[in-house]
C-alpha cells in the first residue's frame, strides 16, 4: 500500500470515527447541547506533532500544543490530533471551536513544575482554594463553546497535580477546568490521577459526558466530576472513580454570582468513592438546583454516603429523582442534611431539600470500602434530617428502597440521641444513630412504601426506623425484628403519622410513640389466622383445605361451657397497632345449628363476651362479633374460648374503618390486605 494511500484510508476511518461520534452526540445530549458538533465529522486536523510536539514523555510540548489549538480555533472548529506518545505539559490553554482528539495511545502528562499560577479571586473566602482558581490545571478554558475532547488517549496527572488546598509553586491540582463555558463534550477518554479535581466545570451548560473513565490512584487524586453552577448537563455511560466525591454537584460562589444547577441528567454509569461520597449535592451550596435526575447507576462503594444531598449554605434543592440504583460497599447508604454553615455571601439561612424521590434502589454489603480514611466509621445508619427551624421536606418519597445493613447493635443504642451539628456535613458526626434502617429528624413529609424493606446481617437490637419531630410521616415496610428489640418504629414528636407493613416474625410493626398523633382518618386493619395463635387443650388445630391456610381452630367433641368462659381451651392472637381506634371483630367461622353457634372472647384478658347466636352455615363464612374494642397503638391480645364443641373459627379480623367488610381475597382464602395479626 502506498503512504498516500495509507494516509488517505487513515483520514476516511478518523472521519468516520468522528461522525458517529457526532452522531452519537446529537442522540445523547440536552436538546441544546451540541449544535455544532456534527462539524467536526468534516473538520480540519492539526496534529500537535507538526506543531512541534515531540511526544517523547519528557519534553514540555505545551507551546506546541497551544500552536496546534489556536490554529484549529482560528479554523472555526478544527480537531486537534495527540496521536500515539507521551505528551508531558505544563498548562494548556483551550479556545473555541476546537476538538482535542487523543488517539490510541496517546497520554498527555502533567508537568512537574511550571503549571499557570492561580489567578486572584475576590471571592475566593466562599469556598475551598481548589474551587476558587481556575488557571492552575493541565487543560484550562474560560468563556469558551464549541469545545471537546475525544478518542480513546489519557490525560494523566502523573502525580504531579496537587490534591492539597494549598498547592505548591508551580503546580497545578485540576486535570480539566472550564468555566462558564457552553456547547462541551467529554467523550470516550481516561483521566488518571487528576488531583483535587478529574473535571471542574463552573458555570458551564449543554455539556455531554460519555463513556469518560477516571481512575482511583492512592496518591494523586481526589474528586472525580464536579458539576457547579451547570445546566443541561448529560453524563452517562461512564466510569467515575475516586478517593473524595466521585460524581458531585455543586454551586459555589466562585464566580462572583451563581447560576441555577438544573436539567441534569446522570445515567447508566459505573461510581466508586473510596473515601467519600459516591453521588453527592454539595458542601458546596450558594445556588439552587432542580430537575436532576439519576437513572441506572451502580454505586460500588462510598466511604461516606452512597447517595448524599447537603444543603449547608442556604440552596434550595428539589425535583430530584434516584431510580434503579445499587449501592455496595457504602458506610451510609443515604443521607440527607440541611444545615446552618452559610458560607455565602449575606450568610443565607437554612435551605430546603425538598421533593426528593428514590425508587429501586437496593444495597448490600454496606460497609466502609476502605480499613481507613474519611469515613469515621465502619457503617453508619441512613439519615433524613433538617435543623430544629427548618423541617426536610415535604416530599421526601421512598419507593421499593430495600437496604441490608450489617447490624450488630445493642438495644441500648436506640436511646442515642446525636446532636444536631448544623455547621458539618460528613455523615459520620452523628455516629451511632437510634435506628438501623433509616433515622429522620425535623421532616415533614416523609413516605416510605411500596416495596420498602430493611434487613439487617447480623442481630440489630435497634427499631428499624425512628422518625423524631416531624409531621406528615408515612411507613409502609417490612422490616427485621431483632431478637432483642423492643419496638420497630419509634415516633416521637410526630403529628400525622401512618405505620403499615410487618416485621419478619410475621407480625404488624411494633410502635412506639410518645407526643405523638395518628393520621386523623386513617383506619386500621388486620387480618389473622386463628391457629397461628397460642392454642390451649381442649381446643386444638385441624385441618381442613376449604379453611384459610389449610387448619382451622375447635374445641375437642364433648366439650362445653356455656354458662362461663373456660380457664383453658382458648385461641389468643397478639398483635399490635400502629394508631390508636375503635375497633370492630370479624370471624370466618363454621356453625352448622343452633345448639353448636356460639364462642366466647375477649380483649387484653378484659371481660370475657358471649358470642351466641352466630349465623348458621356448613361451609366457611365471615360473621360479625357483638364487640367493639377501643385499643390505643401497641400491643394488644383478642382471645376466643370454647363454648359449644362444634363452632369452628378460621380467620380473624380486626378494624376500626367504619365502612370494613372482611375478604377471603381472590383466591385460596387470602385476605384482601397483607396480614398483619400473629399469634404470640
Not at 104 to 120: K, L, Y
Request: aromatic share 6%; with cysteine; net charge negative.
Amino acid at each position: 500500500m502506498t503512504a498516500a494511500r495509507s494516509a488517505a484510508r487513515s483520514a476516511a476511518r478518523s472521519a468516520a470515527r468522528l461522525a458517529a461520534w457526532a452522531f452519537a452526540l446529537t442522540l445523547a445530549a440536552p436538546a441544546a447541547a451540541v449544535p455544532t458538533a456534527a462539524l467536526a465529522a468534516r473538520a480540519a486536523e492539526f496534529n500537535v506533532r507538526d506543531h512541534g510536539a515531540t511526544g517523547n514523555g519528557s519534553t514540555n510540548d505545551d507551546d506546541a500544543i497551544d500552536r496546534a489549538i489556536n490554529a484549529a480555533s482560528a479554523a472555526n472548529g478544527g480537531i486537534v490530533v495527540f496521536p500515539s506518545g507521551t505528551y508531558r505539559a505544563r498548562t494548556i490553554h483551550l479556545k473555541s471551536n476546537v476538538t482535542i482528539r487523543l488517539d490510541a495511545g496517546a497520554t498527555v502528562r502533567a508537568a512537574s513544575s511550571g503549571m499557570d499560577t492561580p489567578e486572584s479571586n475576590a471571592y475566593d473566602d466562599y469556598q475551598d482554594f481548589g474551587h476558587s482558581h481556575f488557571n492552575n490545571s493541565l487543560f484550562v478554558g474560560r468563556g469558551v463553546s464549541n469545545v471537546h475532547f475525544a478518542g480513546s488517549g489519557t490525560i494523566d496527572g502523573d502525580g504531579n497535580l496537587s490534591t492539597s488546598n494549598s498547592p505548591p509553586s508551580g503546580a497545578a491540582n485540576k486535570a480539566i477546568a472550564l468555566t462558564e463555558c457552553a456547547d462541551v463534550s467529554i467523550t470516550g477518554i481516561s483521566i488518571r490521577r487528576g488531583g483535587h479535581f478529574m473535571a471542574l466545570l463552573n458555570g458551564c451548560h449543554d455539556v455531554l459526558i460519555d463513556d469518560l473513565r477516571t481512575y482511583y490512584a492512592e496518591n494523586g487524586v481526589r474528586d472525580g466530576i464536579n458539576l457547579i453552577n451547570s445546566w443541561n448537563v448529560t453524563l452517562q455511560n461512564s466510569r467515575i472513580e475516586s478517593s473524595d466525591d466521585a460524581i458531585a454537584l455543586k454551586s459555589d460562589y466562585a464566580l462572583g454570582h451563581t447560576y441555577t444547577s438544573q436539567n441534569i441528567r446522570v445515567r447508566n454509569t459505573t461510581v466508586y468513592s473510596h473515601e467519600n461520597n459516591a453521588l453527592q449535592f454539595g458542601s458546596e451550596t450558594c445556588g439552587s438546583f432542580r430537575d436532576i435526575r439519576f437513572d441506572d447507576i451502580t454505586v460500588l462503594g462510598g466511604g461516606k454516603a452512597g447517595i448524599g444531598m447537603v444543603s449547608m449554605d442556604g440552596a434550595i434543592i428539589e425535583d430530584v429523582h434516584y431510580t434503579n440504583i445499587s449501592l455496595t460497599r457504602t458506610t451510609t447508604p443515604i443521607f440527607m442534611k440541611i444545615g446552618e454553615r452559610r458560607r455565602c455571601p449575606g450568610s443565607p439561612p437554612a435551605g430546603r431539600i425538598r421533593d426528593i424521590h428514590l425508587t429501586n434502589v437496593t444495597g448490600t454489603d454496606l460497609t466502609a470500602p476502605e480499613p481507613s480514611g474519611t469515613t469515621g466509621g465502619p457503617e453508619l445508619t441512613s439519615t433524613i434530617t433538617g435543623t430544629p427551624a427548618v423541617d426536610i421536606g415535604p416530599g421526601i418519597t421512598l419507593d421499593n428502597v430495600r437496604l441490608t445493613v450489617p447490624g450488630d447493635h445493642p438495644a441500648s443504642d436506640a436511646d442515642r440521641v446525636p446532636g444536631e451539628f448544623l455547621t458539618t456535613y460528613p455523615p459520620r458526626d452523628y455516629g451511632t444513630r437510634p435506628a438501623f434502617g433509616i433515622w429522620a429528624r425535623h421532616v415533614r413529609g416523609l413516605t416510605v412504601g411500596n416495596g420498602s424493606a430493611v434487613r439487617f446481617d447480623d442481630n440489630d437490637n435497634r427499631p428499624a426506623f425512628i422518625v423524631d419531630d416531624g409531621s406528615d410521616v408515612r411507613l409502609d415496610v417490612s422490616a427485621q425484628r431483632g431478637s432483642g428489640s423492643a419496638y420497630d418504629v419509634g415516633v416521637s414528636g410526630v403529628t400525622g403519622y401512618t405505620v403499615t407493613g410487618a416485621n419478619t416474625s410475621g407480625g404488624a410493626l411494633r410502635v412506639r410513640a410518645t407526643n405523638s398523633t395518628p393520621t386523623p382518618g386513617d383506619p386500621v386493619t388486620l387480618y389473622g389466622e386463628a391457629e397461628s395463635g397460642a392454642v390451649t387443650e381442649p381446643m386444638r388445630t385441624l385441618a381442613d383445605p376449604a379453611a384459610s391456610g389449610g387448619s382451622y381452630v375447635s374445641v375437642a367433641p364433648g366439650n362445653d361451657s356455656k354458662s362461663s368462659a373456660p380457664a383453658t381451651g382458648h385461641a389468643t392472637l397478639s398483635f399490635a397497632l400502629p394508631r390508636p381506634g375503635t375497633f370492630r371483630v370479624w370471624a370466618r367461622v363454621i356453625a352448622a345449628n343452633d345448639g353448636d353457634d356460639s364462642f366466647w372472647v375477649r380483649s387484653d384478658g378484659g371481660t370475657w363476651t358471649n358470642w351466641n347466636g352466630i349465623p348458621l352455615g356448613t361451609s366457611w363464612h365471615w360473621a360479625q362479633l357483638p364487640v367493639t374494642y377501643t385499643l390505643g397503638a401497641g400491643s394488644h391480645t383478642v382471645a376466643f374460648a370454647y363454648r359449644e364443641d362444634g363452632a369452628r373459627l378460621d380467620r380473624v379480623a380486626l378494624s376500626s374503618d367504619p365502612a370494613f367488610t372482611p375478604s377471603d381475597g381472590p383466591s385460596g382464602g387470602l385476605p384482601a390486605v397483607p396480614l398483619a395479626v400473629t399469634g404470640s
